[in-house]
């Protein structure tokens, strides 16, 4: 369910036409739309809630860090989980209170750790027992026990794309599964930590309820054995993971998760904590690019765009599907012909989408990617010294540029030359 749709023959963004945005913003740019951030997170919240869990949902920074996607979904009551000081530092400057914030990842710097305490935040999830320790010096040296979750590996086969999966054995992250008891013993003897929970997080874009249940049944084990060993295990941090549709997939809908959760840790009086990035801003963003020209190969026709892998670069990393709808909606009956949709950059991996069925495209159309709004603008780059792609947000007839187009002095400004070269 999303906010962008056909009305009178062009693509809305709610009741804004994407014609307009880009004739203004120019392209490419992303576009996010605020009612279906809000629906998103309001569905979200409502089954959590009507499965009877005392959940806190805490929005993962690193689907979509733009200050005003966090502001909107901060303004809705959401926390944030954050994997960086940056990402700290954004969740704080949107508006999100420090007791609604939880740090996650895997390689967390001192000087990030010591920030995150200083910041007075609710929850960190700790990887790994070197981390512990420095975690524990940094706290106790400022006369606190930081709170804690130790981030567990449950060895749980996601099903999702290698690069996303994060809770098998040989993944990086979380402390394996056979050895939790006794790092959380450590823990326990720590004079900075405080143990207030479990973490557990095994990958993204999940479309399975399974792979979730047989990790959230390991926790449930484990809080049995930490209860008996005298740990007041309280907080349970589920992670995120849970699926969109890109290409027709149907993830769990957010009241199977919900109902999975209350199923195997409902009973545990443990309040509950939950991370979604792709779900609450997946399907909220569009990409839109426009046809720079239309070639016809030796066996193919391309579509050449003026986006590229440096904006969306999805595709190329995880051969993932986008859709990709006309801004102008194609004739009833129009022929669809099979193209390649790829952009400008050297590379041959800057392929959107392969024999991609589409109306005709010439010259100077739009198009827009659907479900672009996670690990979109997120992870581009400046890759073939392309300006990051600006960001526009939507709000009923109403639209604002959320992040600008830098132009090309921004970009070069924080480089220089040495002296030795001259002028
Ligand atoms: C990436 C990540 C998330 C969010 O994952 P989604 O698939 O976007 O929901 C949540 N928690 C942690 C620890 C993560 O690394």
Redesign the pocket.
Known sequence: MNHFHYRGGQLLAEGVAIDDIARHVGTPFYCYSTATLARHFTVFQDALAQAGLDATV?F?L??NPNLAVVRTLAQLGAGA?V?SEGELRRALRAGIPPERIVF??VGKTRHELEFAVAKGIFQI?VESEPELRALSEIAAARGVRMPIAL?VNPDVDAGTHAK?T?GKKENK?GIEWTRAHEVFTRARALPGIEVMGI?C?I????TEIEPFQAAFQRVRDLVAILRADGFNIRRL?L?????VPYDGETPPSPADYAKAIAATLGDLGCRIIV????????NAGILVSRVVYVKEGATRTFVIVDAAMNDLIRPAMYEAHHGILPVTEPAAGAPLLPVDVVGPVCETGDTFARQRPLPPLSEGDLIAFTTAG??GAAMASMYNARPLVPEVLVKGDDYAIVRARPDFEDMIALESTPDWMGG
Do not use: M, W
């Open positions: 805490c993962a690193k689907a989980d994997v996650s990842g999830n981030r996303i994060t992250f973490a997080h990958g993204s874009q999940l941090d992670g995120g993971g849970l699926g991370e979604p990035g792709r779900l609450l801003v997946g996670a690990y």
